[in-house]
């Protein structure tokens, strides 16, 4: 599907279809490639269809790099066409879990205040901000969604304003104050006679696009590839010429931390790891029309990985596990 095609024109379950080949082709990348897929399945009001591919994601759920994700979006999926209960406990086995990425809390969390659940979408909001969020420092942009949500929420509630929401105020760079944009009248207030009310509305809902378009005109992570031991080993195998780029896999890995240091020592935003695996490179090399011991395909791959989503953020979030892989917080292994 083309980004400029119409949303109304588009043939989701064709789109799924396509996607759900796609994956079988290219089975490194079959997590965001089925994601997607339900995503439009569920465009298309086929919600058990989804269902049924979030299913199949976790039933090999030791091969996914993010299983809270599934389970929130198939969560969210399931209160929408009537599985209220099985929807409930996953959001709280999703909460007992605590993930470190924000976006399954965001999406329990949304889920919940959708369906006016809005004391435990507040809790939900609230507990991922306390997990994730390092008092003193600014949050990461990929946590503000959890503080924006939280604000909503508590706006819709009628709470007093506490320290967070004055933060997601700050970190909000729209001309009009979340506040206004969270005002639970906005919803009438399109329906007005007024032509002040009408044009206050239309300058909050320029404002909410121009936020949007922000946030997908944010350039993908400038990406470092990492390669886990067995896949370098597998690697250095079939393509020994790649031995001078990768002398062993410790001197690999302290590369990778120093290159992402020096990078934000420079100043440069947005940095990730992206990990490589053989069967992904030679797919990539052949996609390219060249051969896997070519040194230079290397940062291209790391690239096209980081476009397709997935890269990891870097530096990791307080408490995290090293991006390396040794189990070890990042904090006591290259981060210390």
Not at 107 to 114: C, H, Q, Y
Not at 121 to 137: H, I, S
Not at 273 to 289: H, K, R, W
Request: hydrophobic share 40%.
């Amino acid at each position: 599907m083309r980004p400029d095609t119409p949303a109304e024109n588009v043939d989701h379950h064709a789109e799924a279809a396509r996607l759900e080949r796609t994956a079988g082709l290219y089975p490194a990348d079959a997590e965001a490639l089925l994601l997607q897929a339900a995503a439009h399945l569920e465009l298309a009001a086929d919600r058990p269809a989804a269902s049924t591919l979030y299913d199949r994601l976790l039933a090999g759920q030791g091969d996914l790099e993010n299983p809270h994700l599934v389970r929130a979006l198939k969560a969210a999926n399931l209160w929408e066409y009537g599985h209220e209960a099985e929807a409930r406990a996953i959001i709280d086995g999703v909460r007992a879990a605590a993930p470190r990425d924000p976006a399954p809390w965001v999406i329990v969390a949304e889920a919940l205040e959708t369906h006016d659940e809005l004391e435990a979408a507040q809790e939900t909001f609230t507990e991922g901000a306390r997990l994730l969020l390092t008092e003193g420092q600014e949050p990461p942009y990929a946590t503000r969604p959890l503080l924006f949500g939280r604000h909503r929420v508590r706006r819709m509630l009628g709470a007093a304003h506490d320290a967070w929401d004055s933060m997601a105020d700050t970190l909000h760079s729209s001309s009009v104050s979340l506040d206004e944009l969270h005002d639970p009248k906005r919803v009438w207030s399109l329906g007005s006679n007024n032509p002040a009310e009408l044009e206050a509305e239309i300058s909050r809902l320029r404002s909410e696009l121009g936020t949007y378009r922000e946030a997908l005109s944010r350039p993908f992570p400038v990406a470092v590839l990492h390669w886990p031991a067995a896949e370098l080993s597998e690697l250095l195998d079939a393509y020994p010429t790649l031995a001078a780029e990768y002398p062993s896999h410790e001197a690999h890995l302290a590369t990778i931390e120093a290159s992402l240091r020096e990078l934000a020592a420079s100043g440069t935003p947005n940095l990730g790891i992206v990990t490589a695996t053989v069967p992904s490179y030679e797919a990539f090399a052949a996609s390219e029309g060249t051969t896997p011991s070519d040194i230079t395909l290397l940062p291209q791959y790391a690239t096209t990985l980081a476009a397709r989503g997935r890269a990891t953020e870097w530096p990791p979030e307080r408490g995290a596990g090293c991006w390396c892989g040794s189990g070890r917080a990042y904090g006591e292994c290259h981060g210390a």
